[in-house]
């Protein structure tokens, strides 16, 4: 087992660190790079995303998580040479498809870009993104496999030494590119993308050497009888890798099919958003810019908080993977109900603070208030969102990828209805994208949460509820207040004034009607010394 293996709290706090150090330095380029190439360039920056999202989606999908689930188990027996073929196994399956999907990428480029997509100034853009592809397969498979052994570290690491990269880089060329237009400076921000990515695979090869030197056994032969049940009986070295292929495909199939409708639902939104704003009566331009400001200004803004519960699921998966294999129903209900409370506690606050102050966040932020508009009108659903990434991990990890796949299709299928019936309407416009996406992420967390219910049956007590509501509403009326009275020389003061003191009293509420405690907190690797 690895000596650097982490707790399921303790791995999920490592990411958690490194999630919002990441989320906060990744502010840097998005508040910047509107204000270098504006909404129109940014609107060609997201077009290009969706697509790639799609491509990886396929090339890796589920892969990263088989390889986590499987390594799991082999080092829950102690067989670390099993863990170390199955990533080999795993890495030929991704490099394989990734340089396939390349050339056809290549080669389609053109088509892609004047036909799929609704701005044909996304070309030189897709063309710079398309060698990231191999590098991102790589550095997911290697991911997988250090979360299987629960080792976060090497994840938190490279995903920090990429975000810094990528933000000095992706800045620096689109502002050199910016003379010969938005899509060359576009076109800059993807390759320092890429550069991004390969500096994070570098800080996953190094950790990968360490360990390599501290085991010293990666050149080892598994025996017949180290391969887990799913390998069971192999008669040759190829038949072993035969069997080991299986089984990897055999999880990761199901989850990439959940996962690819969550890709394509996004593909086809950049899509479907853009035609109808402009059936709507705007012009291709200007439904660039909207789409950009969409998806490059708010939903980045609304996604911050969800590092907390992209690190808990991330860690839940070889968590309840482990308690799954033991027949541990009571650990698996008790890793449940943690991310739960912890995902639902942890976002509230900021969803109080984007409802009430999205205009003057995105002033701050981005120079322009506008999109703030869309940021409050958002900001309720994402309670949903925020409990979603568990919920599906849960499902993941109890073999269970077919109903996360029905959940998410139908999710996605209603998202892309209502953008086709509202955002085409002129009285609704970018709004009515903004409704089908809360939508959606309503629907697809109910369906999860009745599915891990249905499965597991674990409940969180209404009463947890209504005093986390209880505790918001207090919260948002101390804010306002404070917000309100304008005592500060300055609006960003203002702002950081309520937001701190409401936060502050909305822990002490929590702390009052004992929704968490000292040993909430002491479970905290920074926090544990003073909770001793």
């Known amino acids: ?256 099919g959940s996962r690819m409708i969550g890709s394509l ?20 331009a200007a439904a660039t810019a909207q789409y950009g400001i969409l998806q490059g200004m708010v939903i980045p803004l609304l996604l911050l908080p969800g590092s907390l519960t992209f690190s808990l699921a991330t860690s839940l998966v070889p968590s309840l993977s482990e308690a799954a294999a033991r027949g541990d129903r009571p650990a698996i209900q008790k890793r449940l109900h943690q991310s739960m409370r912890l995902a639902v506690v942890t976002g509230a606050p900021f969803i109080i603070l984007m409802a009430l102050f999205g205009r003057p966040i995105c002033g701050l932020i981005y120079g322009d208030p506008e999109p703030g508009a869309l940021l409050s009108l958002l900001a309720p659903a994402a309670v949903f969102l925020y409990m979603q990434a568990p919920l599906q991990a849960a499902l993941q990890a109890l073999d269970r990828p077919g109903t996360a796949l029905f959940n998410t299709f139908a999710g996605a299928l209603v998202k892309l209805v209502l953008i086709v019936q509202l955002a085409s309407k002129p009285e609704l416009g970018i709004r009515g994208a903004v409704i089908a996406i809360g939508a959606n992420m309503a629907l697809v967390t109910l369906l999860h949460w009745i599915s891990v219910v249905r499965l597991t049956g674990v409940r969180l007590l209404p009463g947890d509820f209504l005093k986390i509501g209880a505790a918001m509403t207090v919260m948002g009326a101390v804010a306002l207040w404070i917000w309100n009275m304008g005592k500060l020389p300055g609006v960003w003061l203002d702002l950081l004034a309520a937001g701190i003191i409401s936060i502050v009293v909305y822990l002490l509420l929590l702390m009052t009607m004992k929704l968490i405690d000292r040993h909430d907190a002491a479970r905290i690797p920074i926090l544990r010394r003073f909770f001793k």
Not at 50 to 58: A, C, E, G, Y
Not at 265 to 284: K, P
């Open 1 to 256: 087992m690895s000596p650097r293996k982490q707790t399921f709290i303790q791995g999920a706090m490592i990411l958690l660190a490194a999630g919002l150090l990441n989320r906060l330095l990744g502010f840097v380029p998005r508040i910047a790079l509107p204000r270098l190439i504006g909404a129109e360039g940014v609107g060609l920056v997201q077009l290009v995303f969706p697509f790639f999202i799609v491509v990886l989606t396929i090339i890796t999908g589920g892969l990263p998580l088989a390889v986590a689930k499987l390594v799991a188990a082999a080092d829950s027996r102690g067989d670390a040479e099993e863990a170390v073929r199955i990533r080999r196994t795993a890495l030929t399956i991704a490099l394989t498809a990734s340089l396939a999907v390349c050339g056809l990428c290549f080669a389609l480029s053109d088509w892609i870009s004047s036909s799929l997509m609704t701005d044909p100034r996304v070309h030189t853009a897709f063309l710079a993104i398309i060698p990231v592809i191999p590098l991102v397969a790589v550095s997911s498979i290697w991911r997988g496999y250090f979360q299987g052994k629960q080792d976060m570290l090497p994840t938190a690491v490279s995903q920090t030494v990429e975000t810094v990269i990528r933000i000095v880089l992706s800045l620096t060329l689109a502002f050199l590119f910016l003379p010969w237009g938005l899509e060359a400076a576009a076109a800059g921000a993807m390759i320092g993308t890429g550069a991004g990515e390969l500096a994070g695979l570098a800080a996953l090869w190094l950790h990968l050497r360490g360990e390599l030197r501290v085991r010293g056994s990666d050149k080892g032969e598994p025996s017949n009888s180290a391969l887990p049940a799913t390998l069971e009986k192999p008669q040759t070295p190829a038949s072993a890798k035969e069997n080991r292929t299986r089984a990897l495909l055999r999880i990761a199939i199901p989850v990439t």
């Open 265 to 284: 639902s996004y593909l086809f939104e950049s899509i479907l958003t853009a035609r109808a704003l402009i059936a709507a009566g705007l012009v291709t």
